[in-house]
């Protein structure tokens, strides 16, 4: 039973029980191995031919991406948003995400952009946004399809992904393990670096902007991830469907919040499928 020094504060969750609901490294014992792993995986998939790394896209120090080439000319571009709860993490940590896509003859972009506290979320918000219209101006020396530009992400990278996949460029979205709904943060841990305000929680949640017009999204989430993680996908899926968008979601079974990332990093994984299948249903003529 909840005492009366820890008052209930968001869907019969107290203080502590409500950190722990979106505490992703605590509830995956072995987390900080499985990013030691994703930082040599990635080290080496930037040494392939053709990469290019460290590209502004901005002033700030964090505002670059990084490309990796299928090798094809006129390949569809996947441009990923790494996760970290907008705190913690970087593009470099994420290379090794480009071999799935790659191996299918898409080209692949890890996007950076200013952490929080040094950036709030509106601003990381507009960041991706500026990514995306950059993206477009590099088409003739990078060579990727500018009407075939698809944007995924991750945990945070999740929630920017949908919060950005109405940029005029974006064809379709991917979130992995995405985050939905900003109120729970805004009463947790989380809120001490970002600062949310209630204008933020109604402004940069994408559960409530789900409106016609929308592109195909296909979101991916883990079977073994957070119960709240879970029910943000689920719960977003469900008013996007009330909407008649088309918005679908997956439950890869047996996948926690690190490991879910081997089926992009794979060229038969999960994800990596669902990449190539949301291209082939949304490309065509531009929106």
Not at 131 to 137: F, G, M, S
Not at 174 to 197: C, H, K, M, R
């Amino acid at each position: 039973m909840t005492s009366s020094a820890s008052p209930v504060l968001y869907r019969g969750m107290n203080r502590a029980e409500l950190d722990a609901a979106y505490n992703n490294g605590a509830a995956v014992s072995d987390s900080a191995a499985w990013t030691e792993s994703w930082r040599e995986r990635s080290a080496q998939a930037q040494q392939k031919p053709g990469v290019l790394l460290d590209i502004p896209y901005a002033d700030g120090e964090r505002t670059k991406f990084d490309y990796f080439p299928a090798g094809a000319a006129k390949a569809p571009l996947f441009a990923f948003i790494h996760g970290g709860y907008w705190v913690r993490n970087s593009r470099d940590l994420f290379s090794f995400l480009a071999t799935g896509p790659n191996a299918h003859g898409i080209d692949f972009v890890s996007i950076g952009y200013t952490l929080a506290p040094q950036a709030r979320l509106p601003k990381i918000v507009d960041e991706i946004r500026q990514c995306l219209t950059y993206l477009t101006t590099r088409v003739d020396d990078l060579g990727y399809d500018r009407e075939r530009i698809f944007v995924g992400g991750w945990s945070a990278g999740g929630h920017l992904t949908a919060m950005t996949c109405d940029h005029p460029a974006v064809r379709g979205a991917l979130p992995i393990s995405g985050v939905f709904d900003l109120e729970p943060l805004s009463l947790n841990y989380l809120n001490e670096p970002l600062q949310l305000t209630l204008e933020d929680i109604q402004t940069l949640s994408p559960l409530h902007h789900l409106r016609t017009g929308l592109p195909p999204q296909r979101l991916v989430v883990g079977g073994s991830e957070l119960p709240e993680l879970q029910r943000q996908s689920r719960e977003y899926a469900a008013a996007a469907e009330k909407q008649n968008l088309d918005v679908k979601m997956r439950v890869l079974q047996g996948h926690h919040h690190y490991s879910i990332l081997d089926e992009l990093a794979k060229p038969d994984g999960g994800i990596t499928s669902d990449l190539v299948k949301l291209i082939s249903h949304a490309s065509g003529p531009a929106r």
